[in-house]
């Protein structure tokens, strides 16, 4: 009828840990295939500045084997709460989603490039608005 929308489900995006074919694979593939997926973005974060030059390679490639996944934000759902605790600084890359802190500070955009609660791989870290 004129007037109705239809809503299509978007197909949900295969998750790797839930991939029959990459548990399968030996340690050392999955090491190179999450270089490939996560060193670009490991690269521009403030905080490799900080790693010694000489360890900055394996360090990373260690990282981004062992401290990094990927997860997928859906529309309308929580990221995080203001006061729930901090598990994992996130990396926007793609998309955008909006941000309100629990003060008068207006709501913000959050575009893909960005990093937010890096805190958490420094300190404990309790969120600090509404994402």
Known sequence: KHGRTKRVAAAAKPRQEDTALVQQLPEALKAQLHAEMFLSILRDAFW???LPLENEISALHNIAH???QEHVGRAFTDIFLP???SMAAL????G???Y???TDVPEQDVLAGT?????VLFAKWAHRGHF
């Open 48 to 50: 490799v500045n900080s």
């Open 66 to 68: 062992t401290a990094v």
């Open 83 to 85: 006061g729930s605790e």
């Open 91 to 94: 990396h926007m890359r793609t």
């Open 96 to 98: 955008s989603f909006r």
């Open 100 to 102: 309100s802190h629990c």
């Open 115 to 119: 990093w937010l609660c890096e805190a």
